[in-house]
Nanobody
Framework: QMQLEESGGGLVQPGGSLRLSCAAS????????MGWFRQSLGKEREFVAA???????IFYADSVKGRFTISRGNANTVYLQMNSLKPDDTAVYYC???????????????????WGQGTQVTVSS
């Protein structure tokens, strides 16, 4: 059983930056992936980025490439550095863990086993 807790959301102006954190507890093994997804009102949950713990393989959605960076910290923490934020980035951001990751489903929210409660990111002037 894993527990995930996000932090770092908030209100930021267009062009600004935010850093989200996700602390994971209860990790069963090293073969897992951590991902960030987002969901805005009336839309499907959308893949943002993911990192595989073994090998540090990283994946990004095209909409955030070059602006967002996912990284690992110590003690099962994953970060999402978000730069050059746009109003379209406004959403609830969720951290998730996939305990049996494969590349073909790394961007599919249905492949993830555990989810955090989400943190709101609002980009507005």
């Amino acid at each position: 059983q894993m527990q995930l807790e996000e932090s770092g959301g908030g209100l930021v102006q267009p062009g600004g930056s935010l850093r989200l954190s996700c602390a994971a507890s209860g990790r069963p093994s090293n073969n897992f992936a951590m991902g960030w997804f987002r969901q805005s009102l009336g839309k499907e949950r959308e893949f943002v980025a993911a990192i595989r713990w073994v090998g540090n393989r990283i994946f990004y959605a095209d909409s955030v490439k070059g602006r967002f960076t996912i990284s690992r910290g110590n003690a099962n923490t994953v970060y999402l550095q978000m730069n050059s934020l746009k109003p379209d980035d406004t959403a609830v951001y969720y951290c998730a863990a996939d305990l049996a990751p494969i590349q073909s489903t790394i961007a599919d929210h249905r492949a993830y086993d555990y989810w955090g409660q989400g943190t709101q990111v609002t980009v507005s002037s």
